[in-house]
């Protein structure tokens, strides 16, 4: 509910006297600019009143402080209710009047050190911006080196793990003399970390792949 109401009170405070005061240009009179300025001055006192209460939280302490705020808004909009030229006559004007050279005063030193050290301000600004671009991209260039270096790590790594499949282990077995006195050449290829390569459906039993030297037949006792 208070978010509606301050929104509202934005709405009429700046919106609307900005389109009348957009009419009032288009042919101005003496007396229509006079009201709108007056409106204008008060309409910024009241901003800045407004933003010290609610920075401060006096505004809490002030109970239905936002509807408060939006009636207040409508009096000094509304140009039949005369609330502008009320309040800065009556109020706004006297107070001025009475703090104009405590104001300009302050005003004017508050200028004064702007002007002398914005130069100071403006480069410690521009160094500070270009130091923090300045070392995004030397981070940036830094993470792309190092993600580029464990990318050829792993590259490497993949094609050790692939020669290392194709290992292949022979062996020497002995057959039965019932077939033949040679040697059989077993091939078995390996794949992984010492693990055989398993194309049987049968659980634990690596297929091999052999090829037998040319036979002879085991040798006949002459005597």
Sequence with gaps: MSFIINGLSKLIGTALPCFYSYKLLKKPTNEKLKQVTQYWTVYGAYSTIDWIAKTFFIACLIPFYDVLSLMFVLYITIPQTGGSNFVYKKILAPFIRQKERAIDKCLNTVYQKIWDFAPS???????????????????????????????????????????????????????????????????????????????????????????????????????
């Design 121 to 223: 301000l403006l480069s410690n600004a521009a160094n500070s911006i270009f130091t923090m671009l300045g070392s995004m991209t030397t981070t940036t260039f830094q993470q792309s080196i190092v993600q580029s270096a464990e990318e050829v790590q792993e590259d490497e790594l993949n094609i050790s793990v692939d020669e290392s499949d194709n290992v292949v282990e022979v062996k020497l077995e002995p057959i039965d003399y019932t077939y033949g006195d040679d040697d059989e050449v077993i091939i078995v290829e390996k794949r992984g970390r010492g693990k055989s390569r398993r194309t049987s459906a049968i659980p634990n039993v690596t297929c091999r792949r052999s090829s037998r030297v040319a036979s002879k037949s085991p040798p006949i006792d002459s005597n």
